[in-house]
């Protein structure tokens, strides 16, 4: 079983910048992609960003130029710099592997969630 553990999240004022983090416990061979999702009190989760096995990214209109994705495959670990941020980007940020393989087979695979908060 690979789980992944997200962290970096916290209180931040309007403006300012998070860096996330999520590392995979278990060596992956190979994988689809690796992404972050979010979900706000209310609302349904929300994909973020996603870089695939290629170094492909895709992010969500409300975060492009703002948020960037880059991953460390040696360390089985994906990061999300956030910078600009909004109050509209207050939510529970989760970390996904998708078709994640490793010694114990091939998975989609969700965190527990980091909580990020952006308020004055």
């Known amino acids: 079983q690979v789980q992944l553990v997200e962290s970096g999240g916290g209180l931040v004022q309007p403006g300012g910048s998070l860096r996330l983090s999520c590392a995979a416990s278990?060596?992956?061979?190979?994988?689809?992609?690796m992404g972050w999702y979010r979900q706000a009190p209310g609302k349904e989760r929300e994909l973020v960003a996603t870089?695939?096995?290629?170094?492909?990214?895709n992010y969500a209109d409300s975060v492009k130029g703002r948020f960037t994705i880059s991953r460390d495959n040696a360390k089985n670990t994906v990061y999300l710099q956030m910078n600009i941020l909004k109050p509209e980007d207050t939510a529970v940020y989760y970390c996904?592997?998708?078709?994640?393989?490793?010694?114990?087979?091939?998975?989609?695979?969700w965190g527990l969630g980091t909580q990020v908060t952006v308020s004055s």
């Open positions: 870089i695939t096995s290629g170094g492909e990214t």
């Open positions: 278990e060596r992956i061979f190979s994988i689809n992609a």
């Open positions: 996904n592997a998708d078709r994640a393989c490793s010694r114990y087979g091939c998975g989609n695979y």
